[in-house]
């Protein structure tokens, strides 16, 4: 049975980082979205013409043609959405940041429950081709025991920070960057942070940030991230007692689907890193460079829908979003006290 999903929202997220992986996956099909704006709605039927359009979630959810939906509006209005759509019996993918606290999450999770719908969290980047690789070296024991990873990426792209308190980048990129560190390396015991803001119009608002985190197991993460510092910067670093691991990505996914191209065009080409961004790996036997793992942001959405269909593991659970969420919660509170903060 394929799976009939709405895209709710056609910004940046719904036409460039959803739609195309949609299509893309096994086991789903693109099956309306929700857009209003007369030039939205004009992008959408532009780029899929047989695809129906709803001017409001209300409306997809009357019309029936949709057994789940993804949501992505701006954070202010997606708590809203997902509980009308979970009320209406869907199953949901939440966008990131997936709520406003890990409390709000939680009970997210909760509604979703109570009603035997599942909930989803949009975390793309758990399959980068960077990420994939440095998982897959790790899983070689070349690196010895792990000791720590440094995960950084700074984007020269002022336009798109969300300004105010409720915004920043904590929630945007933070999102990303620890649920990677949670996704390869488990649980976070400890948080401390450093985050740098700027006074704009709407509020104060964090443009950059430093993150430590000590996982349960021992190890230690650092995340970090800007996008008013005009640097474009993706490092992945990783120590251990037997070596190291360097690598240099290029996000190929994202400028892939920003130059136009499409998973579909060639999915055995989609998602490889050029060779000058290979990784390499330090030990005793000298520096040796590795091929990237293949990208392949639209696994989340087959997942997703074979999820659905056997009542199997979610690729990204509300729990997990919610775990998310505690850290970026204790980073804040880390900052604002100085100190490192337990969870």
């Known amino acids: 049975m394929t799976l009939r999903l709405g895209v709710v929202g056609y910004g940046t997220g719904g036409q460039h980082f959803h739609s195309p992986f949609v299509h893309s996956a096994e086991g789903v099909t693109l099956a309306g979205v929700v857009a209003r704006a007369p030039a939205t709605v004009a992008k959408v039927r532009a780029d899929w013409p047989d695809v129906p359009v709803y001017a409001s979630l209300t409306d997809l959810i009357a019309a029936g043609t949709c057994d789940a939906v993804t949501i992505t509006t ?6 809203a959405l997902v509980l009308e759509a979970i009320a209406a019996g869907l199953h949901v993918v939440a966008d990131k940041p997936f709520a406003p606290s890990a409390a709000d999450a939680r009970e997210l999770a909760q509604a979703a429950e109570a009603k035997g719908v599942r909930l989803g969290v949009f975390q793309n980047r758990r399959w980068d081709a960077d990420l994939r690789t440095l998982a897959a070296v790790i899983e070689t024991g070349r690196l010895g025991t792990l000791w720590r990873v440094h995960n950084r990426m700074d984007f020269d792209d002022p336009a798109t920070l969300e300004h105010g308190p409720e915004g920043g980048l904590l929630r945007d990129l933070g999102s990303h960057l620890v649920d990677q560190m ?4 488990g649980p976070v015991a400890h948080v401390s942070a450093h985050l740098d803001h700027v006074d704009m119009p709407e509020g104060l608002t964090d443009a950059a940030f430093h993150i430590t985190l000590k996982h349960q197991s021992g190890v230690f993460s650092v995340v970090s991230a800007s996008k008013l510092n005009r640097m474009n910067t993706r ?13 240099h990505g290029t996000d190929v996914q994202a400028q892939a689907i920003f130059a136009g191209q499409r998973p579909w065009d060639d999915m055995a080409a989609w998602g490889h890193e050029p060779e000058h961004a290979w990784g390499t790996l330090h030990t005793e036997a000298g520096a040796e460079r590795l091929s990237s793992e293949q990208g392949r942001y639209h696994d989340y959405y087959s997942a997703f829908a074979q999820a659905v269909a056997t009542g199997g593991p979610l690729p990204v659970s509300a729990a997990e979003g919610a775990a998310v969420l505690d850290v970026l919660d204790a980073a804040r509170l880390s900052h604002e006290r100085g100190t490192s903060v337990a969870l």
């Open 235 to 247: 490092e992945l670093r990783a120590y251990g007692d037997k070596g190291a691991w360097l690598q």
């Open 74 to 79: 701006p954070p202010a209005t997606r708590r």
């Open 182 to 185: 949670l996704w390869l390396l």
